[in-house]
């Protein structure tokens, strides 16, 4: 299956779009592609060219998205966050022929010394496609083995890599967190996660799409106002990251939340006081999930009748995993390793990187870098970032065991453990910690609390106290600006 063959799914009256007082059918949807489709084959855009789409969240950027792949060209969503230095680069990278943009971008000094894509608006192609008919470009053959969509990753060890997926990739993928997720066609799923990261796309735009059923898309996490449309919409399926849950615990009533069957969580680990509250309130379970951009997103999720807490559950249909040592030798049961993934779902490989490519996929298996272990029953549970461990005099000290216990203290809303250089120890441990709205920070108290329930080589040796700690774009915690700030 090709990723623009599912908005073919859907009964053509059926609703498969919600954005603010607007409502497409899958009718109107196909045409608006369809319409797309033809203005952008009329600006020359072919099969193989790499397209950057630079937009929030809208229905324009499904139609965008859907009409350049369907053209075979390639997709490469840019995060509407980064500066005109963080965008230039991907452009340049992934030598990119057009962008599709809601906003005009000022790149010229990026671009002094090199052409500058052609920059098409969506408010200007809407109004060509408003006031003109454009011809239907001629049959194109596409494979779904063929690229659909270059995502380039956070840049968290340094420059950006573009992972290339194929339309087998996300189309499967879709395929196997529907099973996963028990996805049915009347459900309406809330698309707040930004679509231009494949947690958005895929998990929200993709697996509802290849179901049948709708979206309601949310351009910006307001927590009221989201709130509010998860009420109002009659969203069904909530897919989100542990900090949004934080700001449902806090703002949200029982019954704005009543008519969800599904709360999801991926993007970084839920710490278990969120999962514990998030239910003391509702009454319901958040049910969480892990991926990463090389696999499309989705790898492993919780079955929602058999959830365990702190597990990212097991392997989506197709998908294979494996736990090794530092030898490549499987790891026993309740042993930490690092995850491998294999499957459907993952990456070609990097976009013009043969050597990481190589690096990253080793005789089929893609390594994550991030540590587990498998329970009896076949359940992954995410220890760390392989990166992220610290070392102190000699012993392996895992920061989310320590963030964990932080997010237990009732004071503290957010947390993220570093490691320092330390001469006596080699590393040292530094907390960071955002407190909820109105509530001081006793360092004594803590501390007390933390040798409670820590051996004292886990303890941090600083708390750091900030308004609030640095994320990207799907809300993950930056430790690598955490470093930044402690160095």
Not at 131 to 157: R, W
Not at 240 to 258: C, R, T
Not at 395 to 402: A, M, Q, S
Not at 458 to 468: A, G, M, N, Q
Request: hydrophobic share 40%; aromatic share 8%.
């Amino acid at each position: 299956m090709l990723v623009h063959e599912l908005t073919l799914t859907g009964v053509g009256e059926k609703i498969a779009i919600y954005e603010k007082d607007t409502v497409y059918s899958y009718a109107q949807m196909r045409e608006k592609v369809s319409q797309y489709r033809n203005y952008l084959y009329t600006l020359g855009i072919r099969c193989h060219d790499h397209i950057a789409l630079n937009a929030k969240n809208s229905a324009a950027f499904v139609f965008s998205y859907m009409a350049i792949v369907s053209l075979g060209g390639v997709v490469v969503p840019l995060n509407t966050m980064f500066t005109p230095r963080e965008t230039a680069f991907i452009l340049k990278d992934a030598h990119v022929r057009y962008i599709i943009t809601d906003q005009e971008m000022d790149l010229s000094e990026q671009f002094a010394n090199s052409p500058l894509p052609n920059q098409v608006l969506i408010a200007d192609l809407e109004k060509e496609i408003n006031t003109n008919d454009y011809p239907k470009p001629p049959a194109i053959n596409i494979k779904d083995s063929d690229p659909c969509v270059i995502l380039y990753t956070s840049g968290t060890t340094g420059q950006p890599k573009g992972a290339l997926l194929s339309h087998k990739n996300l189309t499967s993928n879709a395929a196997g967190f529907s099973k996963a997720t028990e996805a049915r066609f009347d459900d309406n799923t809330l698309c707040v996660l930004p679509m231009f990261h494949s947690f958005g796309w895929t998990c929200c735009v993709g697996t509802a799409f290849h179901n049948g059923a709708t979206i309601t898309i949310v351009d910006t996490f307001s927590p009221r106002d989201v709130i509010a449309t998860i009420r109002n919409k009659g969203v069904t399926v909530v897919m989100g990251v542990p900090a949004m849950y934080n700001f449902y615990i806090s703002l949200a009533k029982p019954e704005d939340l009543a008519g969800v069957r599904l709360f999801a969580s991926g993007g970084a680990s839920l710490p278990l006081e969120i999962l514990e509250k998030f239910y003391d309130k509702t009454k319901k379970h958040i049910v969480e999930g892990y991926g990463l951009s090389e696999a499309s997103p989705a790898v492993c999720f919780n079955p929602p009748s058999l959830t365990k807490p702190g597990s990212i559950g097991l392997p989506l249909q197709d998908v294979r995993i494996r736990i090794v040592d530092s030898h490549g030798r499987e790891c026993t049961c309740g042993k930490i390793g690092e995850l491998l993934v294999q499957g459907p779902n993952v990456m070609t490989g990097y976009y013009n990187l043969p050597s990481e490519t190589a690096a990253a996929i080793v005789n089929g298996w893609l390594h994550t870098d991030d540590l587990a272990y498998m329970d009896q029953d076949g359940y992954v549970f995410i220890v760390d970032r392989k990166k992220d461990m610290i070392i102190v005099s000699g012993l392996n000290v895992y920061p989310r065991e320590i963030e964990e216990i932080l997010y237990q203290y009732p004071a503290i809303r957010e947390a993220a453990a570093i490691g320092v250089p330390d001469r006596s120890r080699g590393e040292s441990i530094r907390a960071y910690v955002a407190l909820h709205d109105g509530m001081l920070l006793d360092k004594k108290d803590l501390m007390a609390f933390l040798k409670k329930n820590l051996a004292p080589f886990k303890i941090p040796r600083e708390i750091v106290e900030i308004e609030s700690l640095p994320k990207n774009s799907t809300g993950k915690i930056l430790k690598k600006e955490l470093r930044n700030m402690a160095s």
